[in-house]
C-alpha cells in the first residue's frame, strides 16, 4: 500500500525537530557559577578551571527511597525507561502486579500507579526460594520529582564583580581533614556567598552587587611531578615510613622554594596558572569589568609576594601616579592649592623631576611654593645620588640596597632592600594588576628577616598592587607580623578583625574588662597608698613656723609626686592610639596587621588549637568578611552596618 509523501512544511518541520534535538544532545550548559560544563549528550560534568575526575550526570525520572533513607535516590536512565516502559503498558492496559527485575537482581512490583516497591535481592534466593516478602523490608519506589522535598540550591549570582585567586602552601592538604586547595576554596567562596546575603543585602536587593569568584591555583603537583619524589625516595630511610613520607611531601616544599632549581619552577608554576585562569576566565565570561586580587596561605603568600615585589611598571595610569606621587607630595609640603595645576599639566614624579624655576613660573605657581618645590627636588636628587638602587647583584647586607621604588632618608643606610635574600630566579610578569594582597598565616615577616631585612621603608609599596592585608589567627605558629618591620620603634598591637556578628567574643569582652578594672583598682590603691605615706612622712611643725614652710614643703614634696601621677593607660585608649598609627604605603597608608578572635575553646590552651589556628581561614567568616569589605569598598560598596571596631 502507498502513503502519500509528507508535505514540503512537514519535511521542514522533521527536518527541524531532528536538527533541534541534535543540537540539545550537543548542549553544552555551564553550572556552579561557571565552573563546571555539563555536557549532556555524554551525561558528564567536566571542571573547566582545575582538573579534577569527571563526574555523572543523571537525567532523574525514577526514585527509591528506604524506611532509614532521607532522600530519594534516582535509578540510571536505562533502567528508568524500562520502568516507564512498564509503568505506561500498565496504565493503558490496566494490568498491574507487573514485575520487573533491575541489572543487579533487585525486584520492583507495581502495585497500583499509588503503590509500587523495590526488594533487596537475597543472596540464597535461589537454594531457599525466597519470595520478595521473606527478604526483607521494602523501599518505596516513586515516578517522577512532584512532592519531592529535595533541597535544591538557588545557585549563584550570575553577575561577578571581582576575581580572586588562591594560592596553597605546602603539601597537598590545606586543612585539618586533609582536603585539597580545591575544596577548600569551595568551602571559602560558600561561606562569601552567605556574608554577602547577611551583610550587603541593601546592595544585592538593588542590584548593585553579583558576588566575588574564588579560584583556587595549585603548584604542589607541578613541583612534585619533576623526578624529585623519585629521587627522594631513593634515599629515604626505611623507618618511620609514614611520618618521613609526610616530611618529603609536606615540610620539604619550603626547602624546594629556597633551591634555585625548584623556585624557578614554584614561581613558573603560580604565575602561569594564574595568567591561564585569568585568560580562560575572561574568555568565558567577556562581559567581566571587574578588578583581580591574590591571596596566598602559609607558604603561597610567600611566592605572591615575591611574584609582586618583582612585578615591572606603574600602577594603572598616569592619573592614579600623579593622586599618589606628586599629590602626595604636595600635601607635604602644605601646597595642596597647586594640586589641581599639577594634575591639569599631567604632571607625574618623572616630568616634576625635569622641572625647572622657569617651568614652575610658567605654570603660575609663585615665588615662594617655588623654592619650595626645588628644594624637595633637589633633596630627592641628593638621596638617589647618595644611596643608589642596586640591582639583584648587589652585595648581600650591603646597606645601600633600597626595596623597588623606595627612597632612603638621607641620612644612614637603616632601609634595606625588600628583595634582599631572594632565590636568584627569573620571576616571570602578570597578564593584570591585582587590587589587594591578601595573605593568610603568612611567614613573610619571618622570611624578610631570615633574609637580612632590618627594616622597610614606609614610602616602598609594591609595584603594581595599592592593598595588603596580613590576616592571621593569633594561635597560629606560622604567621608573623609585617608592621613592625616597618615602624620598630614602637610597640602597638594588630588590628582586632571584629567580629562578623558585630560584637567581641565574650571572653574576650570579659577579659578586657577585667584588665580595665585591675588597671583602675591599681591606680587608685597607689594614689592612695600616695596620699597615706606623704601625710605619715610630713613632720609636725609649730604653727608659728607652718605658714612660713608652707612653700617650701610644697616644693620638697613636688619632686616626690612627678614620677607616679602618671596613670597606668587602659587597653582600650592603647587601641585607639594603635588604629592611628602611620605603617607606611604598603597598604596606602592603612593598618596591615589583623588578628581573628580566638574562639572560647581556644583560649584554653594555646598549644592544643596551634595546627587548627594555621588551618582555620578557609570557614572563618571574619576572614571572609574582611576580604569581601575590602573589595567592595573599591567599588564604593559598604556593608550594611558598619562593624564596631573597624577601621
Known sequence: MLQPRPSVPARCTAFAFLALSRLISDLVVPTSGGRYDVHLKKRQRVAVYWEEEVSEV????????GDKDNKYVPYSETFSEELEEAYMVAVTLDEWKKKLESPSREIIILHNPKLMVHYHPAATSDDWGSTPTEQG???????????????????????????????????PACDIRFRNIIQCVNDFRSVSLSMLQAHFRKAQEQQQIGRVEFLPVNWHSSLHST?????????????????RHFINDTILDVFFYNSSTYCQTVLDTVASEMNRLYQLFRQRNPLFQGGVSIAGHSLGSLILFDLLTNQKGS?????????????????????????????????????????????????????????????????????????????????PGSPSQRGPGSTDDG????????????VSANYPQLDYKPTIFFAFGSPIGMFLTVRGVKRINPDYSLPTCRGFFNIFHPYDPVAYRIEPLIVPDLEFEPMLLPHHKGRKRMHLELKEGLTRMSVDLKNNLLGSLRVAWQSFT??????????????????????????????????????????????????????????????????????????????????????????????????????????????
Not at 543523571?58 to 527511597?65: A, D, H, V
Not at 634515599?235 to 611520618?243: K, Y
Not at 625635569?354 to 617651568?359: G, I
Not at 597608608?589 to 584554653?604: H, M, N, T
Request: glycine share 8%; net charge negative.
Open 538 to 647: 610630713r613632720a609636725p611643725l609649730p604653727a608659728v613656723e607652718a605658714a612660713g614652710t608652707d612653700a617650701e614643703t610644697e616644693a620638697e614634696a613636688g619632686p616626690e609626686k612627678q614620677p607616679d601621677t602618671k596613670p597606668e593607660e587602659t587597653p582600650a585608649a592603647g587601641k585607639e592610639e594603635a588604629a592611628l598609627i602611620n605603617v607606611g604605603r604598603l597598604n596606602g597608608g592603612r593598618r596591615i596587621d589583623y588578628v581573628l578572635q580566638e574562639k572560647p575553646i581556644e583560649s584554653f590552651n594555646e598549644y592544643l588549637f596551634a595546627l587548627q589556628g594555621h588551618l582555620c581561614y578557609w570557614e572563618s567568616e571574619d576572614t571572609v568578611l574582611l576580604v569581601l569589605k575590602e573589595i567592595y569598598q573599591t567599588q564604593g560598596i559598604t556593608l550594611d552596618q558598619p562593624l564596631p571596631g573597624s577601621q
Open 58 to 65: 543523571r537525567r532523574c525520572t525514577w526514585f527509591y527511597k
Open 227 to 243: 623526578g624529585v619524589d623519585v629521587d627522594l625516595e631513593r634515599i629515604t630511610l626505611p623507618s618511620i615510613n609514614r611520618l
Open 411 to 422: 641620612r644612614n643606610g637603616q632601609y634595606w632592600d625588600i628583595g634582599l635574600g631572594q
Open 315 to 395: 600602577r594603572t595610569t598616569s592619573n592614579l601616579t600623579v593622586t599618589e606621587e606628586v599629590i602626595e607630595a604636595l600635601k607635604k609640603l602644605d601646597l595642596s592649592e597647586y594640586c589641581g595645576v599639577f594634575e591639569k599639566e599631567k604632571m607625574d614624579p618623572q616630568a616634576m623631576f625635569l622641572c625647572t624655576d622657569q617651568n614652575f613660573k610658567e605654570m603660575g605657581i609663585p615665588l615662594g611654593p617655588r623654592m619650595k618645590i626645588l628644594h624637595y627636588i633637589n633633596s630627592k636628587r641628593e638621596m638617589q645620588v647618595g644611596h643608589p638602587h642596586t640591582a639583584g647583584g648587589a652585595k
Open 137 to 171: 523490608r521494602p523501599r518505596t519506589v516513586k515516578r517522577g520529582v512532584e512532592n519531592i522535598a529535595a533541597e535544591i540550591p538557588n545557585g549563584e549570582p550570575l553577575q561577578i564583580d571581582h576575581l580572586v585567586f588562591v594560592v596553597h602552601g605546602i603539601g
